[in-house]
């Protein structure tokens, strides 16, 4: 059984996957409480599939790119429970699985462009279903485009992307499906941040002469 989830937007995203479906779900969309949400998250799937943590045989995890605190909570709790029970961990690029929803099937070219605060969006390209361009973070405006663009950049800033598709965030049934049918690269479960934090450690202090 492939536990999936992902917290690198406002959404917590959890389900399981065995033989081919979703079995088991949970969703939230209460913003900024990832640490609070994702435990209780898996617990309620695991309970929705009828099973418990010893049927998980492998876990994935969206890495992103989004935000330092929401990414941080996803991979520390999938690395500690592949730890802890001794499955493998994957990592998939958060873009992909909201490229990979049903609403964005038999488009030839779009792209996906999340929030990533600032004024500034997570980009990629796809055509053909493969990813051909980014992820990168840019200025809306630098990235416009007339194509059909999802994620939750696009609602916000309609002006650089008028052809929205409403599909906003990603969504861990998808995210097991995509892992689990390989579609795109598996990487390994460490944080895709593409910016510089914010908080950086001191230079060496200047001598005193």
Do not use: N
Request: charged letters at 20%.
């Amino acid at each position: 059984m492939l536990l999936g989830f992902d917290t690198a937007t406002p959404r917590v995203t959890v389900a399981l996957w065995a033989d081919g479906r979703v079995v088991g779900r949970s969703d939230s969309d209460q913003a900024m409480r990832h640490g609070e949400l994702l435990g209780p998250g898996i617990a309620a799937a695991l309970a929705d599939a009828g099973a418990t943590r010893t049927d998980i045989t492998e876990i994935a995890v969206g890495v992103g790119p989004g935000p330092f605190t929401g990414l941080r909570v996803g991979l520390v709790t999938a690395r500690t429970l592949g730890w802890t029970l001794g499955v493998p961990v994957h990592g998939i690029c958060t873009l992909d699985v909201i490229a990979a929803a049903d609403e964005l099937a038999g488009l030839s070219e779009f792209a996906v462009a999340s929030d990533a605060r600032r004024k500034e969006v997570y980009f990629a390209r796809y055509r053909d279903g493969r990813r051909v361009a980014g992820p990168f973070v840019e200025k809306p405006e630098a990235v416009a485009t007339d194509i059909a663009v999802a994620g939750q950049g696009a609602a916000l800033y309609p002006d650089a992307f008028p052809h929205a598709i409403e599909v906003g965030f990603p969504d861990a049934g998808v995210l097991c499906r995509v892992v689990a049918e390989r579609r795109y690269e598996l990487l390994p479960p460490e944080p895709l941040y593409l910016r510089r934090p914010d908080a950086v450690a001191p230079g060496q202090p200047k001598r005193v002469s």
